[in-house]
C-alpha cells in the first residue's frame, strides 16, 4: 500500500470518528506515531484535542517537543499530572526509583503517574485516539483498529495500527514533522527517563522500555489493565 494511500486512509478514520464520537481525543506521548497523528489533526484542522501526560520524569527532549509541537501547530496540547498526595505516599514508603525493585512497583508507579491521569484526561469524552501499532512489539500484535476500552467504557481508535516503522518516518520526513531528537540516538520507544534506553540493532522497537522486566510486561497501564494494581485517590475512586 502506497504512502499516499495509508495517509488518506488514516486522515478518512479521524473524520469518521469526529462525527461520530465528538468529543474526541488524542492521547499523546509525542512519539514519532503521535506525531503523524498530530500533523493529520492540526493539517486538516480537526476538532480533535490533544493531551498529554506529564509523569514528573520525561526526557527534557520530550519537554522541549511539547513547546515546538505547540508553536509549529499554533495548537495548545492539554496536559494531565500525578496526583501529589498519591505520588508523594508512593515516593515516601517505595523510593523514588522502586519500580526498578518488581514489576509490581513498576506497575504502581506507571499507575499513579499515567493510568489514573488518563482516566481524568478521558471523562467527558466520548472516543480517544492512540497512536498503537501492531510492528511496536509483542505485547501489542492483536490491537485492532477499533477497539472497545471496557476499563473507560469508550471506543478507542489506533488509525495507524497497519503501519510499519517505515510508514511512520515516510511520513515525519515527508511533512517535516517535528519529532523528538531522542529518536535519532536509537530510542524507538520514548517514555519516562529512568525506564527509557536506546535500542541495539535488531532488537524489538520497545526492548528500550523497561528493559529489565520480561518483554510479556512491557505495558504501563494505558493500553493494559495493569496487574493487581489499583490507585486510589482522595476522592476514595479506585482505577486500575
Request: hydrophobic share 40%; net charge neutral.
Amino acid at each position: 500500500m502506497s504512502f499516499d494511500h495509508r495517509a488518506r486512509e488514516a486522515l478518512t478514520l479521524l473524520h469518521r470518528i469526529v462525527l461520530s464520537h465528538a468529543p474526541v481525543a488524542l492521547a499523546s506521548s509525542l512519539g514519532a506515531e503521535d506525531m503523524v497523528l498530530t500533523d493529520l489533526i492540526a493539517r486538516n484542522a480537526l476538532p480533535i484535542g490533544i493531551f498529554t501526560l506529564d509523569t514528573g520524569r520525561l526526557p527534557s527532549e520530550t519537554y522541549a517537543l511539547m513547546e515546538r509541537v505547540c508553536e509549529h501547530y499554533d495548537l495548545a496540547i492539554e496536559v494531565y499530572y500525578p496526583d501529589g498526595r498519591t505520588l508523594e505516599g508512593y515516593v515516601r514508603e517505595h523510593g523514588v526509583n522502586a519500580f526498578y525493585r518488581s514489576v509490581e512497583l513498576r506497575q504502581r508507579c506507571c499507575a499513579i503517574r499515567k493510568t489514573e491521569p488518563l482516566s481524568r484526561a478521558l471523562t467527558g469524552k466520548r472516543a480517544w485516539i492512540t497512536g498503537l501499532r501492531r510492528a511496536q512489539g509483542i505485547t501489542r500484535q492483536d490491537v485492532a483498529m477499533e477497539e472497545h476500552d471496557a476499563v473507560h467504557g469508550l471506543p478507542k481508535f489506533n488509525p495507524l495500527v497497519d503501519w510499519s516503522d517505515a510508514d511512520v518516518w515516510r511520513y515525519i520526513r515527508a511533512r517535516r514533522v517535528p519529532y523528538n531528537p531522542l529518536h535519532d540516538r536509537g530510542y524507538s520507544s520514548i517514555g519516562c527517563a529512568p525506564c527509557t534506553r536506546a535500542v541495539e540493532p535488531g532488537e524489538d522497537i520497545r526492548a528500550g522500555r523497561w528493559w529489565w522486566e520480561n518483554p510479556e510486561h512491557k505495558e504501563c497501564g494505558l493500553h493494559r489493565r495493569p496487574i493487581e494494581v489499583a490507585v486510589r485517590v482522595e476522592t476514595g475512586a479506585s482505577h486500575a
